[in-house]
């Protein structure tokens, strides 16, 4: 689950991070009265806007502005609020359509007063699924592209596993300031940032956090400027205060609806439709299809109560996909029984009328026999399949 960065940055700030301060507003008012407590608090006039939306880059598609004065934070809070804003990472990158940005970050000016002496870094933490272990990665590039230094300049990203066991080490924090080549105050203060950092990590079920850029300030203080955090979906039950921070707006909405339903959807950019149950089958059945010349539109759990409602439901969700050219459903006999599922396609398949698009059954286990003979006596335009690779030469017949 993704947060936005002023969401992101309140939580590591619970767990003593220091931040750059700023204040979420949704209107152009609250932008006004969010810049007035800023210049108070700050001292200093000049305020950061930025757009809050779950993608990166936003600065490159004009989400991010500096305002010096109340006019121009009115000019660029107006201008952002309610914007189409396009990044590289929004769908479809600078050419699709963008997001809506409904909310704003007004902040301070971290860099204040003295530009020139601040540096910025890149810091982040997420798990290393070879090594089975948290790593932090970390750079003296900060503010660029991660990926880009990692690939022009690969000897300027470090790495610092830690040992699942031991925890964070203290002279692993003081190795991490050594390679950013900090000194004196800097130096202590960016251990105490790393560690707490960590903890944040940790404590939360974080699947990542990014601090890009975390800055030395001209006073060797070391705070957040951006933070990009994810939590893990599947730890959210010891966590309920945090999942409610979701933000359903950012995501696909047709994902949102089959989770209400208990379904598992991820919308992919192929033409045949899945509907399976068991996520190791699914990740087989998008394998057959790719070996039989389609591609997967879709990820699609039904889980093991595949009864009629819930199939309906599936395959509902599955057609508003204009690009599924076909639908392949694969079910494994175990707990369900494949005759239910097989009663369960013919019933839905009634309700709804005619469907427009090829559907390929294949059952395998308890009762499958049964299930056959069901789909092949219903009269409906569906193909049955008992074994995958016959599955999948009806896929490549229908897509082909």
Same mark, same amino acid.
């Given at each position: 689950? #993704?947060?936005?960065?002023?969401?992101?940055? =309140?939580?590591?700030?619970?767990?003593?991070?220091?931040?750059?301060?700023?204040?979420?507003?949704?209107?152009?008012?609250?932008?006004?009265?969010?810049?007035?407590?800023?210049?108070?608090? *700050?001292?200093?006039?000049?305020? +950061?806007?930025?757009?809050?939306?779950?993608?990166?880059? !936003?600065?490159?598609?004009?989400?991010?502005?500096?305002?010096? /004065?109340?006019?121009?934070?009115?000019?660029?809070?107006?201008?952002?609020?309610?914007?189409?804003?396009?990044?590289?990472?929004?769908?479809?990158?600078?050419?699709?359509?963008?997001?809506?940005? *409904?909310?704003?970050?007004?902040?301070?000016?971290?860099?204040?007063?003295?530009?020139?002496?601040?540096?910025?870094?890149?810091? *982040?933490?997420?798990?290393?699924?070879?090594?089975? !272990?948290?790593?932090?990665?970390?750079?003296?590039?900060?503010?660029?592209? +991660?990926?880009?230094?990692?690939?022009?300049?690969?000897?300027?990203?470090?790495?610092?596993?830690?040992?699942?066991?031991?925890?964070?080490?203290?002279?692993?924090?003081?190795?991490?300031?050594?390679?950013?080549? $900090?000194?004196?105050?800097?130096?202590? /203060?960016?251990?105490?940032?790393?560690?707490?950092?960590?903890?944040?990590?940790?404590?939360?079920?974080?699947? $990542?956090?990014?601090?890009?850029?975390?800055?030395?300030?001209?006073?060797?203080?070391?705070?957040?400027?951006?933070?990009? $955090?994810?939590?893990?979906? #599947?730890? $959210?039950? !010891?966590?309920?205060?945090?999942?409610?921070? !979701?933000?359903?707006?950012?995501?696909?909405?047709?994902?949102?609806?089959?989770?209400?339903?208990?379904?598992?959807?991820?919308?992919?950019?192929?033409? %045949?439709?899945?509907?399976?149950?068991?996520?190791?089958?699914?990740?087989?059945?998008?394998?057959?299809?790719?070996?039989?010349?389609?591609?997967?539109?879709?990820?699609?759990?039904?889980?093991?109560?595949?009864?009629?409602?819930?199939?309906?439901?599936?395959?509902?969700?599955?057609?508003?996909?204009?690009?599924?050219?076909?639908?392949?459903?694969?079910?494994?006999?175990?707990?369900?029984?494949?005759?239910?599922?097989?009663?369960?396609?013919?019933?839905?398949?009634?309700?709804?009328?005619?469907?427009? %698009?090829?559907?390929?059954?294949?059952?395998?286990?308890?009762?499958?026999?049964?299930?056959?003979?069901?789909?092949?006596?219903?009269?409906?335009?569906?193909?049955?399949?008992?074994?995958?690779?016959?599955?999948?030469?009806?896929?490549? =017949?229908?897509?082909?």
């Amino acid at each position: 689950m #993704n947060l936005h960065e002023y969401q992101a940055k =309140e939580l590591i700030e619970s767990y003593g991070v220091p931040i750059q301060k700023g204040i979420m507003a949704e209107s152009l008012d609250d932008a006004v009265a969010a810049y007035h407590k800023i210049v108070e608090e *700050s001292g200093n006039d000049v305020a +950061i806007v930025k757009a809050q939306i779950h993608a990166g880059g !936003r600065g490159k598609g004009g989400g991010v502005k500096l305002a010096k /004065n109340l006019d121009e934070l009115k000019e660029h809070a107006g201008n952002i609020l309610s914007m189409m804003l396009k990044t590289p990472q929004t769908p479809g990158g600078m050419e699709g359509p963008g997001k809506l940005v *409904s909310k704003i970050l007004v902040a301070e000016d971290a860099y204040a007063p003295d530009f020139d002496a601040c540096k910025e870094f890149y810091v *982040s933490i997420l798990m290393d699924r070879e090594k089975q !272990r948290n790593v932090i990665i970390y750079s003296t590039e900060g503010g660029m592209d +991660i990926e880009k230094v990692a690939e022009e300049t690969p000897h300027l990203v470090h790495k610092e596993w830690v040992d699942p066991q031991l925890g964070l080490q203290g002279f692993q924090t003081r190795k991490v300031a050594f390679n950013l080549g $900090l000194s004196g105050a800097a130096f202590k /203060n960016m251990t105490k940032f790393i560690a707490k950092l960590y903890k944040a990590f940790v404590s939360s079920d974080a699947s $990542l956090i990014e601090i890009n850029p975390t800055v030395k300030t001209g006073d060797d203080r070391i705070i957040a400027v951006d933070t990009k $955090l994810s939590l893990d979906g #599947n730890a $959210l039950f !010891r966590h309920p205060e945090l999942e409610e921070l !979701r933000d359903e707006s950012e995501e696909d909405p047709t994902e949102v609806e089959a989770k209400s339903i208990g379904l598992n959807y991820v919308k992919l950019d192929g033409n %045949v439709g899945c509907m399976v149950n068991g996520a190791g089958l699914a990740m087989a059945t998008m394998d057959i299809i790719k070996l039989s010349g389609g591609s997967p539109a879709n990820f699609l759990d039904v889980g093991g109560t595949a009864d009629a409602k819930r199939v309906e439901s599936a395959f509902k969700i599955i057609l508003r996909d204009p690009n599924v050219k076909a639908i392949l459903i694969n079910i494994f006999g175990g707990i369900v029984r494949c005759d239910r599922v097989a009663q369960g396609v013919v019933d839905a398949y009634k309700n709804m009328g005619t469907i427009s %698009v090829p559907i390929i059954v294949r059952l395998q286990g308890t009762n499958a026999d049964i299930a056959k003979e069901l789909i092949d006596n219903s009269g409906l335009a569906v193909k049955s399949a008992v074994l995958l690779q016959e599955a999948a030469d009806l896929v490549k =017949e229908v897509v082909s």
